[in-house]
């Protein structure tokens, strides 16, 4: 896998040019995954921040709006959780 695996990180869930929705790590340009859909996009992101105590996962909708971000810490091995999550619960109006 192509991601930096000291310290905490920032993983992003973003729709890319070819439509498809890729998962970023901050500060790398190429994506580290891309999937069809965005819950699958979303799922492996926090599966790669389960791996980085205190990582964050922010996801963006189609037009590029940060729609939610979470905190991931970790507990032991086999034990992560979902310190803290921000959504938009009104996205602005798209014509």
């Known amino acids: ?6 310290g905490s990180s920032v ?4 729709r890319g ?14 994506p580290l995954a891309s ?9 492996y992101a926090f599966e790669l921040a389960s791996t980085k105590d205190g990582s964050n996962v922010e996801i963006f909708d189609e037009y590029g709006t940060q729609i ?3 905190t991931v810490e970790i507990f ?3 034990v992560a959780r979902i310190a803290k999550v921000d ?5 602005p109006c798209r014509e």
């Open 35 to 43: 999937f069809d859909a965005q819950d699958v996009a979303s799922e």
């Open 1 to 6: 896998m192509g991601f930096d695996q000291k």
């Open 68 to 70: 939610a971000e979470a």
């Open 76 to 78: 032991s091995e086999d």
């Open 11 to 14: 993983f992003r869930v973003k």
């Open 87 to 91: 959504s938009t619960t009104s996205p």
């Open 17 to 30: 040019n070819s439509g498809k929705w890729n998962v970023m790590q901050a500060g790398i340009e190429k």
